[in-house]
């Protein structure tokens, strides 16, 4: 059973990250396991190079921090090659409607001008990130379930028509803080691409600035808290934040908290430990380039290593060299 999954840095790591993936990334880990910063992902809509890279640099520094073994991890970009030719060959097993179905393309796409045909492709890029290390299981938040889905039919399709080289990969979700919402929407995901940060918190955020976040979070006219996701999302989500944080459940935190202040104040300080030793440790990391560069090199060798022999097969079984 080894496991992979990767973090885009589109922006800094924010909460829902965490909850829903990174931490059990560290958590389960085992030590064939691999984590990486899917920075090619991020270039799927218009980017700017100098923060690309900074933000690389900052989410592998985090996901070390989170707790994941420096030996697991590593730079998407570093096994460009091996994983630019395996996304061909993919493209090639993957029909354009089964492209164009996935959810997150017609959401970016909707009503923008001059669209990136990597927006198209880049589900076609994640299932070769997922297929070339031979990965078994993808701990992912529920959002990327149907990209991890097109993995599995790329794989299978390519495994009966071409000969057996792929493992079949499947999408693991987590319990609680699967879909962590907007503290200021709550109709929306919380993301760390998203332009208003208002309701976005990061890992790398200040205790206060988590505080005064959590405290001007969107809920309801009412006072007296009860765990109702359709008719109270803004709540729910408060309930479900302290639950991933805490280990209770949302349901009984409710009856344990008589207004929405003393909840808001419970989840903030719950937040704020939680995260604690992400931005010191992060922080510190960040103050050792050599060391990242370090752990970066070595992780790139890893995966490279790990892939190599996939590659080559599907090369010989699709009908190239
Ligand atoms: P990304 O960077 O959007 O998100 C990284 C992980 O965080 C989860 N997540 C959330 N979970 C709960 N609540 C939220 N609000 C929330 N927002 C994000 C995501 O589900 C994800 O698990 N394409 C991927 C990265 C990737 C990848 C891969 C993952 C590239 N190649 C191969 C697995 C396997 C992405 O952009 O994730």
Redesign the pocket.
Known sequence: MTR???????GH??????????RRWAAEGKPEDLY?V?D???MTTSHNPARLRSLAGEQLAVLIASGISPDRVFV?SDIARELGALTWILECTCSYGEAARMI?FKEKSKGQAGVRLSLLT??V???A??LLTG?SE????????Q??EL?RTLARRFNTTYGEVFTM?EAVL?PS??????LADPTR?????NQDSAGVVFVLDEPDQIRRKIKRAVTDGLSVPAYEPEERPGLANLLEILAACTGGDPAGIAAEHKSYGALKEATAEAVVETLRPLREGANALLKDPAELDRVRKAGAARAAERGEHRLQSALRLIGAG
């Open positions: 992979l999954s990767g973090i885009t840095p589109s790591i924010q909460l829902g990250n965490h909850l829903g993936a990174i990486f899917s090619l992902h991020a998407q997150q880049y589900p890029l994640m299932a990130d997922i990965a993808v701990p992912v938040g529920e959002d990327q379930r990209h991890v993995a990969p987590p803080g699967a879909r962590v919402r907007d995901k919380m993301s760390k691409s």
